[in-house]
């Protein structure tokens, strides 16, 4: 059973780069998840697809978060223009949706971004 | 704004010793509460509760609802060096996103 796969595991880049996240689900999962974690704290939701279709996407921090899941399966994320705040933890989640009643979320690792 | 809130934030305790963990929420549309462990990496799923008074078990952990009250426990019997990590409290909203608490840190000393 392969669990959800991310990459990178760590990003270092300089402010003002672009970067790109990428995120494999559980293959029988239809929803993924992206969330954002500093430290010390819980993590906080960012964007969810159901398939293809991105469902919520209000709680992108501003304009230069953008996410996409072109084929239903993997999902991307990326941030442009990076700053100093931006440095996280992102991790992906992915739950089975049959339309009744919700499923548990099961997480990555996680990409660690460091912005210097 | 959906709100979870977990107490303590952090604790030390003995092997063997019996922690109860708690978490508190105040949000809109309900669906469920869910538990994480969460050591170096990926948060791993420990419960889900969706109905009052019905204690789930796994091994040495348990945990309840009460949606009268707004919270839940989390209860970890004959604790182990293995069971110190973070252990977050979470609200399903609506079917969508999880609600996440700061998290409660237990160190389990030898």
């Known amino acids: 059973d392969t669990g959800v796969s991310q990459d990178p595991r760590h990003k270092i880049t300089k402010r003002g780069q672009n970067v790109t996240f990428r995120c494999d689900p559980i293959?029988?999962?239809?929803?993924l998840y992206w969330y954002r974690q500093t430290l010390g704290q819980g993590p906080e939701f960012l964007t969810y697809?159901?398939?293809?279709?991105?469902?919520?996407k209000s709680r992108l921090l501003s304009d230069r978060f953008s996410a996409e899941r072109p084929k239903g399966s993997f999902s991307t994320l990326e941030i442009q223009r990076t700053e100093q705040g931006d440095s996280a933890m992102y991790l992906c989640a992915s739950s089975p949706w049959t339309g009744e009643r919700g499923q548990p979320q099961h997480f990555g690792d996680g990409t660690r971004l460091s912005i210097l | 704004e959906d709100k979870v809130v977990q107490s303590p934030l952090s604790l030390v305790v003995h092997e063997g010793d019996t922690v109860t963990l708690n978490c508190s929420y105040e949000?809109?549309?309900?669906?469920?509460l869910l538990w994480y462990k969460q050591e170096k990496k990926a948060p791993t799923f420990l419960f889900m509760l969706t109905s009052s008074g019905i204690e789930k078990k796994s091994g040495r952990l348990s945990s309840i609802l009460d949606k009268k009250e707004l919270f839940s426990i989390l209860n970890i019997t004959a604790t182990q060096t293995g069971d110190s990590a973070v252990y977050l409290c979470?609200?399903?909203?609506?079917?969508?996103?999880?609600?996440f608490g700061t998290g409660t840190r237990l160190l389990v000393s030898p």
């Open positions: 293959s029988e999962h239809n929803r």
């Open positions: 979470a609200v399903e909203v609506g079917f969508q996103k999880l609600v």
């Open positions: 949000v809109t549309n309900f669906r469920s």
């Open positions: 697809f159901q398939n293809e279709a991105q469902l919520e």
